[in-house]
């Protein structure tokens, strides 16, 4: 009916957004900047957001584009694994058979990122999803294979995606050390009441829909109803 109507082609609200149909608000281009940055520099970024604002799609849009022989993409998202299970889970995700014993698993995860770093000249990037969930003896794990070269350079990128109440996680003093790590804090915001028409009439363009259908009023109403969250 809907496709009648509108002559729509494709669902224009769903969940598999191509780059060329990503809609770039001022958060999202100030996102997307401190991305490029992070992984020209390497080191640990965390993107946090409310549920819905696009935290999971920002990190898959910012990596997408990347060379394929020259970045190898590793994400991870299920944060309720125990520690060796998330290493294992960690050690696949490198083409690692993971040997048996959580030592072994650390040191074969180790050595590949030095060999693809300087054999293969591959730059690794960890992206790990649902972070707020991780238990805070995983996140010192993740901090301690960080540590390479006794602690003078940084070998890969990691990506870290959560909800805001991840940043008071952080502060516990058990996380500390971890939080020092962080070297950059993005935050993605919900739509503005003034980008929420442009995002509509943007997302309804990629449906092939070139014709007016939300006023302002309405644009604004949803807005409201949304709280700015796509």
């Not at 490029?36 to 935290?55: C, F, N, P, Q, S």
Request: glycine residues 6%.
């Amino acid at each position: 009916m809907l496709n009648e109507i509108f002559g729509i082609t494709k669902n224009p609200f769903g969940k598999e957004i191509s780059k060329e149909d990503i809609f770039v608000s001022g958060s999202w281009k100030n996102a997307l900047g401190k991305i490029d940055m992070l992984i020209k520099y390497r080191g640990m970024g965390v993107i946090t957001g409310e549920a819905g604002t696009g935290k999971s799609t920002l990190a898959r849009i910012a990596t997408s584009s990347l060379n394929q022989k020259a970045f190898r993409i590793a994400y991870l998202c299920d944060a309720t694994l125990s520690e060796t299970e998330f290493l294992k889970t960690m050690a696949f995700s490198l083409g690692i058979e993971p040997p048996f014993g959580k030592g072994r698993v650390i040191r074969s995860i180790r050595e590949t990122l030095i060999d693809l770093n300087e054999t293969q000249r591959i730059h690794t990037i960890f992206v790990l999803d649902e972070v707020h969930l991780l238990k805070s003896s995983l996140l010192e794990q993740i901090r301690l294979l960080t540590n390479f070269y006794m602690d003078s350079r940084d070998i890969f990128t990691t990506i870290l995606i959560s909800q805001p109440y991840f940043l008071k996680k952080l502060s516990l003093n058990v996380n500390l050390p971890f939080k020092q790590r962080i070297s950059y804090f993005i935050k993605l915001e919900s739509l503005s009441p003034q980008d929420t028409l442009p995002y509509l009439t943007h997302r309804l363009k990629s449906a092939k829909v070139l014709h007016p259908v939300f006023s302002e009023n309405l644009a604004n109403a949803i807005h409201q109803a949304a709280q700015g969250i796509p």
